[in-house]
């Protein structure tokens, strides 16, 4: 069978003009083989780290805020700080606010165990009422030991605007109860809790072992 030679005038078919369909020419300077890109970060990506720096966020305010919490706390006060800070006899007396009185020793654990109620009580109500606390072991209250018989400590005298006694009572108290009391004192209220005995401290000495009022010896007694 002969082979047919191409006519160069003739048509061509469709078979042959699929086949005859030049490759598309390489633009200038386009790569033969792309290389990959980097896409955007999609909208997930975005909402994810978004996330993470406002977890971190608050953890970062949370931490901030429990270390500001604990340094703001009423730290533990001595009775020697509470003394030094305390408003002076004449000067309470004086003001015409109410006051809170406090007769103590330093080695009166029940006084030790109630200086920090008293520190956080003390900044609570200390522009409202005088804060006064007498050492037992300092000769110079001897008058006032006895004006007010006392007889254990801590002892609490509740006076006033005009230094008058309102209540006295003994031994260690909760911090509720005093702030009670205090909350009454200042409005001229009869005091809820005049009447609480708690726990004293043991004496180590009398302050005059002669006498036999002495003012330091123990005893349950409340005065009003």
Not at 80 to 109: D, H, I, K, R, S
Not at 111 to 116: H, K, T
Not at 148 to 167: C, E, K, M, Q, T
Not at 190 to 199: C, H, K, N, S, T
């Amino acid at each position: 069978m002969a082979l047919k030679t191409p006519n160069p005038n003739e048509p061509a078919s469709q078979d042959e003009a699929a086949n005859s369909v030049p490759a598309r020419a390489n633009p200038a300077g386009e790569q033969s083989l792309r290389s990959p890109s980097t896409s955007p970060p999609s909208v997930a990506n975005w909402g994810t780290q978004l996330r993470n720096l406002v977890i971190v966020a608050v953890a970062t305010v949370l931490t901030v805020a429990v270390v500001l919490g604990f340094q703001t706390q009423t730290p533990s006060a001595s009775l020697g700080e509470l003394a030094e800070a305390a408003v002076p006899l004449e000067t309470a007396l004086a003001n015409g606010q109410p006051t809170l009185m406090e007769f103590y020793a330093n080695w009166c654990t029940s006084c030790q165990a109630m200086a920090p109620d008293m520190a956080e009580l003390r900044s609570r109500f200390g522009d409202q009422i005088n804060f006064v606390m007498l050492n037992v072991d300092n000769s110079k209250w001897l008058p006032e030991m006895l004006h007010y018989r006392v007889d254990g400590i801590p002892h609490f005298v509740y006076l006033d605007g005009d230094g008058a006694s309102v209540a006295s009572v003994i031994g260690e108290q909760p911090k509720v109860v005093i702030a009670a009391n205090i909350a009454a004192l200042i409005d001229q209220s009869p005091l809820p809790y005049a009447q609480v005995i708690g726990q004293t401290s043991d004496i180590e000495a009398p302050l005059n072992p002669t006498r036999s009022d002495d003012p330091r010896g123990h005893s349950a007694q409340v005065v009003n």
